[in-house]
T-cell receptor
Framework: DQQVKQNSPSLSVQEGRISILNCDYT??????FLWYKKYPAEGPTFLIS?????DKNEDGRFTVFLNKSAKHLSLHIVPSQPGDSAVYFC????????????FGQGTTLQVKP | GAVVSQHPSWVICKSGTSVKIECRSL??????MFWYRQFPKQSLMLMAT?????????EQGVEKDKFLINHASLTLSTLTVTSAHPEDSSFYIC??????????????FGPGTRLTVL
C-alpha cells in the first residue's frame, strides 16, 4: 500500500514560469513532510520541509503548501530554472523519533530554457 | 556541509556471490543510518535502520539474513548482500543522521551504489 503518492511521473515547464509538484498521502499520523531533489546516479538532497502543524513554508524560490484535510502537499518553484531539472521526491515521517521516511514515487521535472 | 560517501559507486557481480557496500559519514558522527533501495522509476524504499552498536531494524519483507547490516562505528555502516541474485540488482542508497539531532532535515544521503548481478 503506497502511503505517499506522487501521481504525476513527469512535468515540463518553461524557464521563468512556476513549477507545481504534487504529493498525496493516506496516513494522518505523519507529522513531518519533506521534499528532496535527486539527480541520476546521485543520492537525494534535502530541499524544504514542513511540519504538520503548519500550512506553508517558504525558502527562497521554494514554497511547500500543506492541506491536511485533503492530505495533500505541493511544492512550488518560482521562477523555475533549467538547473531545477531533476527528480523530486516527497517524503513523510511518522510520529515518534525513528527518523524513518516514506517516499513517494518521484516526479521528473524538466525546465526548458 | 555534512557529507556521506558510499563505496563502491557501482559493482557488477556474478549470481551467488556476496557484495559489501560501505556508507561513511565523513565529517560528522551518525548514531543512525538508513539503507534504501530504489528500482528503476520507483520510489526509494527503506530497507532497514542501522543503529550504532546494536542490531539493525529491518522493514517488513526485507530478509535480514540476506541483507546483513553492520554499524560498527559512528561513521561507518555496511550492507552486505549475500548470495546475490539478478533480482537484487538495484540502486542502494544510505543516509546518515547526525548524532544528537531529532531534525529530519539533517538526514544526509550518500550518492548511492548501483549493483548489477549477472
Amino acid at each position: 500500500d503506497q502511503q505517499v503518492k506522487q501521481n504525476s511521473p513527469s512535468l515540463s515547464v518553461q524557464e521563468g514560469r512556476i513549477s507545481i509538484l504534487n504529493c498525496d498521502y493516506t496516513n494522518s499520523m505523519f507529522d513531518y513532510f519533506l521534499w528532496y531533489k535527486k539527480y541520476p546516479a546521485e543520492g537525494p538532497t534535502f530541499l524544504i520541509s514542513i511540519s504538520s502543524i503548519k500550512d506553508k513554508n517558504e525558502d527562497g524560490r521554494f514554497t511547500v503548501f500543506l492541506n491536511k484535510s485533503a492530505k495533500h502537499l505541493s511544492l512550488h518553484i518560482v521562477p523555475s530554472q533549467p538547473g531545477d531539472s531533476a527528480v523530486y521526491f516527497c517524503a513523510a515521517r511518522g510520529r515518534g523519533n525513528t527518523g524513518k521516511l516514506i517516499f513517494g514515487q518521484g516526479t521528473t521535472l524538466q525546465v526548458k530554457p | 556541509g555534512a557529507v556521506v560517501s558510499q563505496h563502491p559507486s557501482w559493482v557488477i557481480c556474478k549470481s551467488g556471490t556476496s557484495v559489501k557496500i560501505e556508507c561513511r559519514s565523513l565529517d560528522f558522527q551518525a548514531t543512525t543510518m538508513f539503507w534504501y533501495r530504489q528500482f528503476p522509476k520507483q520510489s526509494l524504499m527503506l530497507m532497514a535502520t542501522s543503529n550504532e552498536g546494536s542490531k539493525a531494524t529491518y522493514e517488513q519483507g526485507v530478509e535480514k539474513d540476506k541483507f546483513l547490516i553492520n554499524h560498527a562505528s559512528l561513521t561507518l555502516s555496511t550492507l552486505t548482500v549475500t548470495s546475490a541474485h539478478p533480482e537484487d540488482s538495484s540502486f542502494y542508497i544510505c543516509s546518515a543522521r547526525p548524532e544528537g539531532t531529532a531534525s529530519y532535515n539533517e538526514q544526509f544521503f550518500g550518492p548511492g551504489t548501483r549493483l548489477t548481478v549477472l
